[in-house]
């Protein structure tokens, strides 16, 4: 099921509500949370952004990403609880690959924890597919160490 939601960039004034959001888009214990400043220190990047979806009023979710030349990065997304599973994650994505492109880039890179099966599905779902491993990337609160897995997609 997919519900539609407003999608719109954001600049450095609202890296207050990205830290929120990131933080409660992340509910399992140990992982890692970004804080305002990680957001401030991203849209300070040359070839970076951040978009926002919101429902209604509120807001929902987020994505991150930056553009060098023709490579662009996923560098995080973030959807509440209460609004997975509404194609609101693909709906960032695909608008943040659109304005990748529009950067100039021609493929898109991102990781994903090994332990994140929904996530590794819905990349794969958008044309994304593992091109390497980093070994014990994530560290979770319980010291657990956990590999990323980089995935790639073309743009063009």
């Given at each position: 099921?997919?519900?539609?939601?407003?999608?719109?960039?954001?600049?450095a004034t609202a890296v207050d509500l990205l830290a929120a959001l990131h933080?409660?888009?992340?509910?399992?214990?140990?992982?890692?949370?970004?804080?305002?400043?990680?957001?401030?220190?991203?849209?300070?990047?040359?070839?970076?952004?951040?978009?926002?979806?919101?429902?209604?009023?509120?807001?929902?979710?987020?994505?991150?990403?930056?553009?060098?030349?023709?490579?662009?990065?996923?560098?995080?997304?973030?959807?509440?609880?209460?609004?997975?599973?509404?194609?609101?994650?693909?709906?960032?994505?695909?608008?943040?690959?659109?304005?990748?492109?529009?950067?100039?880039?021609?493929?898109?890179?991102?990781?994903?924890?090994?332990?994140?099966?929904?996530?590794?599905?819905?990349?794969?779902?958008?044309?994304?597919?593992?091109?390497?491993?980093?070994?014990?990337?994530?560290?979770?609160?319980?010291?657990?160490?956990?590999?990323?897995?980089?995935?790639?997609?073309?743009?063009?």
């Amino acid at each position: 099921m997919s519900t539609l939601v407003d999608i719109a960039p954001v600049d450095a004034t609202a890296v207050d509500l990205l830290a929120a959001l990131h933080a409660a888009s992340f509910c399992r214990p140990g992982d890692e949370r970004w804080s305002a400043q990680a957001f401030s220190d991203v849209l300070g990047m040359p070839g970076s952004f951040c978009l926002l979806a919101s429902a209604g009023p509120d807001p929902v979710g987020f994505c991150a990403c930056r553009v060098a030349g023709p490579e662009s990065e996923l560098l995080s997304l973030g959807v509440l609880p209460r609004q997975r599973r509404a194609g609101t994650a693909r709906q960032l994505i695909l608008r943040s690959m659109g304005r990748c492109v529009e950067g100039g880039a021609r493929e898109m890179y991102l990781e994903v924890a090994e332990d994140n099966p929904t996530a590794q599905l819905l990349y794969r779902s958008l044309g994304f597919f593992q091109v390497g491993r980093r070994k014990g990337y994530y560290l979770r609160l319980d010291s657990v160490k956990v590999d990323a897995l980089t995935m790639r997609r073309d743009l063009r």
